[in-house]
C-alpha cells in the first residue's frame, strides 16, 4: 500500500522559511520521481516542484529562486525548502508520487504565509 505523509507546514511571516516534509512508503523510493503541488483558496491544484530518480528538479516559475526540493532515500524522504515566503505562497500542499501508472496523494499540509 503506497502512503505520502507531509508534515512541516504552519503559519509563517512574510519573507519567512519553512521545510515541508513528505515521507513515503510502500514503493521503491529511490527510482519513484517524487513532486509537490499546492491548492490556494479559490485556485486549482497546481505543480510546484518536481525531483526525479536521478536528482533532477524542476520548479514553477512563481517558486524559482526561493524553493529547493531534495531526497534522501535513506529514508524515503523528500524536502521542499521555502525561503522567501510569500502571501500568494498560502495553500494547501500536497506530496505526489506516479508509482505503477497510478498517482498517489498525500493528505496536504497548509501553510500559511501571513503577518
Known amino acids: 500500500q503506497v502512503q505520502l505523509g507531509e508534515s512541516g507546514g504552519g503559519l509563517v511571516q512574510p519573507g519567512g522559511s519553512l521545510r515541508l516534509s513528505c515521507v513515503a512508503s510502500g514503493i521503491s523510493f529511490s527510482i519513484a520521481g517524487m513532486g509537490w503541488y499546492r491548492q490556494g483558496p479559490g485556485k486549482q491544484r497546481e505543480l510546484v516542484a518536481s525531483?526525479?530518480?536521478?536528482?533532477?528538479?524542476t520548479y514553477a516559475d512563481s517558486v524559482k529562486g526561493r524553493f529547493t526540493l531534495s531526497r534522501d532515500n535513506a529514508k524515503n524522504t523528500v524536502y521542499l525548502q521555502m525561503n522567501s515566503l510569500k502571501p500568494e505562497d498560502t495553500a494547501v500542499y500536497y506530496c505526489?508520487?506516479?508509482?505503477?501508472?497510478?498517482?498517489?496523494w498525500g493528505q496536504g499540509t497548509q501553510v500559511t504565509v501571513s503577518s
Open positions: 505526489y508520487t506516479s508509482w505503477l501508472r497510478r498517482a498517489y
Open positions: 525531483i526525479t530518480s536521478g536528482t533532477t528538479t
